[in-house]
């Protein structure tokens, strides 16, 4: 391991090389005092040292681990075995992994999923090096999570009359310092790719749509809930939402909003895991923001997009559909969506393609997991990532001797991928309706 220092526009860097890949870890990107809106990191004092990973935002295993060896606890036994983390209101963090010798490479971001409620930069599903490795500078970032990222009361308003979707500007703090400070790690800011899974997923579709990233990114990547940010018109009466979070603000004992503010994390964590659980379709919705969920969300936009479902995913067919109409939106804008289906029968256990599976093939995830994956697997995952690297480099995902993709239309217009070799097909209705009425109980 080699030590690195790099000069960007905020001052000097201390990273290290390893293996052919450049990595610069905890790098603040913005400050943001709870229920406050996040103000980006211009300048710090000396050299930062970037060679851990920062603190993750305040979640459930902030304060209660469960068992990752219990497959009962599915997510954590699938990407947390042996995982440790801090985590810190003060989380707004980002990570970097580059290519050795990187100038003028292709950026991608990673949003993480987790319902809103959960999720880190540092976990195994945003490991950037396999990116990195086929010459694409990374970037994960965190944002704040469930009640320190999403509460909305009208009391919180700052002097703009604005309130909530905190989680939001962090996201786009983290984007607007990659875009100031990206090029001095090599990367390229006018070839930016989003990518989110899930909650993350939809994030990213909520991004690329918002007039504050107007012309930022060439491609996004949208996994497993591709269309529900352009298909739900936000309602503009907030009520509803601050009804629900006035229901943690009782739970907590405040007395007063400043109490709210500063009563002790865990406390304020606690509120909302009691009163959330008795949402169980999910608690951290947004509410109405001109910079995020106005009109300009449910029509297309000039990003290029590649979405995506898996067979045994979260209601599949209504990701399915969702796909669907998130490209023929995007085609009355005159740009093409690109979708595969992945229904690679996971070894191990029955499970099948549940819910988040073919990232364990996007981030490098077979060699550390517990699953007999075979050559098969890996084979598998080398494909995506081609399939996936020629998307973010040239906004196709074609290459010379790979299967020929299609573009999302009428017809036959998926890839299918883990079911032999990848094929453009349909994935098959009755299927997808079998596993949304009988789910396999598997969800982010």
């Known amino acids: ?60 295993r902030t304060y209660y681990q469960k068992d990752t060896e219990d497959p009962q606890n599915h997510y954590e036994h699938e990407f ?155 309602k503009l009466n907030n009520e509803s939402e601050y009804n629900k979070w006035r229901q943690i603000y009782k739970e907590a004992g405040c007395r007063s909003i400043e109490e709210f503010k500063t009563m002790p994390a865990r406390d304020l964590y606690d509120a909302f895991a009691v009163v959330s659980s008795r949402h169980p379709m999910g608690f951290c919705n947004a509410v109405y923001d001109e910079n995020f969920t106005a009109q300009h969300k449910n029509a297309p936009c000039s990003t290029k997009i590649l979405c995506s479902l898996t067979s045994e995913d979260v209601m599949p067919l209504l990701l399915y559909l969702m796909c669907r109409y998130l490209a023929y939106s995007q085609r009355k804008g005159g740009v093409d969506t690109y979708a595969y289906f992945f229904k690679r029968k996971l070894p191990g256990d029955n499970k099948g393609a549940w819910h988040g599976s073919d990232l364990l093939y996007l981030y490098g995830g077979l060699n550390s997991s517990w699953r007999p994956f075979t050559a098969e697997d890996r084979t598998l995952s080398d494909t995506m990532l081609h399939y996936l690297c020629n998307f973010i480099h040239n906004g196709d995902p074609n290459g010379r001797y790979m299967p020929r993709w299609t573009p999302l239309r009428k017809g036959n217009n998926f890839l299918v991928l883990g079911q032999g070799a990848p094929h453009m097909g349909k994935p098959e209705i009755y299927d997808l309706l079998k596993n949304t009425l009988h789910p396999n109980g598997i969800g982010m």
């Not at 220092?5 to 052919?20: D, H, I, S, Y």
């Not at 050795?100 to 949003?111: G, K, M, R, S, Y």
Request: proline residues 5%.
């Open 80 to 234: 947390y075995q042996g995982f440790e983390s801090d985590y810190s209101e003060d989380c707004l963090n980002l990570n970097i992994w580059a290519p050795d010798q990187a100038a003028n490479c292709p950026v991608l971001i990673i949003i993480y999923g987790g319902g809103l409620v959960s999720g880190q930069n540092n976990s195994p599903e945003c490991c950037g090096e396999s990116f990195a490795r086929n010459g694409i500078v990374t970037v994960a970032m965190n944002y704040r999570l469930n009640v320190f990222g999403f509460a909305a009361l009208p009391e919180l308003a700052n002097e703009n009359g604005r309130c909530g979707n905190y989680g939001y500007y962090d996201q786009q703090a983290a984007i607007q310092w990659v875009l100031h400070n990206i090029q001095s790690f090599g990367g390229d800011p006018s070839r930016m790719t989003l990518i989110g899974q899930s909650a993350g997923a939809a994030c990213c579709e909520t991004q690329i749509k918002s007039p504050l990233n107007s012309g930022v990114f060439k491609q996004a990547i949208i996994q497993s809930s591709a269309g529900f940010a352009t298909f739900i018109k936000q």
């Open 1 to 60: 391991m080699e030590t690195l220092l790099v000069e960007t526009p905020c001052g000097m860097v201390e990273g290290f090389r390893k293996e052919n890949i450049c990595y610069f870890l905890g790098i603040p990107f913005a400050r943001a005092e709870r229920f406050a809106y996040p103000r980006e990191v211009t300048h710090w004092q000396g050299v930062l040292s970037a060679t851990h990973f920062g603190p993750a935002p305040i979640q459930q």
